[in-house]
């Protein structure tokens, strides 16, 4: 295909932390002109029959997809997956696995809360919740929001949710090989989510890039909502320095909070490889 494609790789519905279905996604995809359709929710592929059936409703063509969480130098890290088979029960174990700690994480967070003074945090945060296996700090950015502790959810990532705040509790995911195995092993390309918003030197982040490769890594997103167009520039040059293949997504969420709109980025630089010329016989 082209760079030149109106492909929007990255999103999130009610079976993760966005807040719209599947379908109410990929009829806002096609309004908006995007061409080629990801849904990937986090550690979850429950949406992905949904998501395939009203995209081709819509005449939209589609990848599967899913973003998984995973520790890397002490920091979590996204690693998407696009293009497998979303029926595979190693990859579907593998999720399950990495969904099972939010519950209980969910909880301390919540007690870690209370103790600075903000009460019923868990609670207020499951009525957001659409899939009660994946309670995200995403739910409970809502509920302060609802609580009138903050403005708005990115005020309550800064204050509350992120390390060293007050309810911030870390959490060991899925490690970086496992997530580009299973994604590898059901026929799909593994791509490295948004890596401007990790905080690694440029050593660990050098040592990311290296063991995503040596893993059998394929992509790295570099037009995303997550970076400024300096860093489109900074990761399209680390895409070609590493050999891998470039992504585009917005990583939309909800009509309310999300920046960034379906299929609203720049296209990808030119002189890339864009993942979907790898994935040509993985589109449905
Ligand atoms: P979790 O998987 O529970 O750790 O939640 C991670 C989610 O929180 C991400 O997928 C984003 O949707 C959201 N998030 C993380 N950082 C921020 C931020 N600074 N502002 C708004 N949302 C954020
Ligand atoms: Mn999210
Ligand atoms: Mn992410
Ligand atoms: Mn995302």
């Known amino acids: 295909m082209t760079t030149i494609l109106n492909a929007d790789l990255h999103c999130h519905s009610i079976v993760s932390d966005g807040t719209l279905s599947p379908e109410a996604l990929a009829a806002r995809a096609a309004a908006n002109g995007v061409e080629l359709w990801s849904l990937t929710d986090h ?136 997530a580009v195995q299973w994604i590898r092993q059901s026929g799909g390309l593994a791509v490295i989510a948004h890596p401007a918003r990790y905080n690694f030197s440029a050593n660990e982040e050098f040592a990311l890039f290296s063991e995503f490769k040596s893993h059998g890594g394929a992509a790295v997103e570099v037009v995303t909502g997550s970076h400024t167009p300096a860093e489109y520039v900074k990761y399209a040059d680390m895409a070609r320095e590493f050999g891998l293949a470039a992504s585009r997504g917005s990583d939309f969420h909800s009509p309310d909070e999300s920046h960034t709109d379906l299929g609203a980025l720049p296209y990808l630089p030119g002189h890339l490889t864009p993942v979907w010329d790898l994935l040509a016989d993985r589109i449905q």
């Open 43 to 178: 550690d979850e592929v429950g949406g992905q029959h949904r998501a395939a059936a009203a995209a081709k409703a819509h005449g939209l063509r589609y990848l599967t997809g899913t973003e998984i969480s995973i520790t890397f130098a002490g920091q979590t890290v996204h690693i998407v997956g696009l293009g497998f088979d979303a029926d595979d029960l190693r990859m579907q174990q593998g999720l399950r696995q990495t969904r099972g700690g939010r519950g209980e994480r969910a909880q301390e967070m919540s007690a870690s809360l209370a103790a600075v003074g903000i009460h019923g945090a868990y609670e207020g945060a499951l009525k957001y919740v659409g899939n009660p296996e994946l309670i995200s700090r995403t739910h409970f950015a809502r509920f302060l929001v609802e609580a009138g502790v903050c403005r708005d959810t990115q005020e309550v990532f800064r204050k509350y949710l992120t390390e060293g705040k007050p309810g911030f509790i870390p959490h060991r995911w899925a490690t970086l090989g496992d």
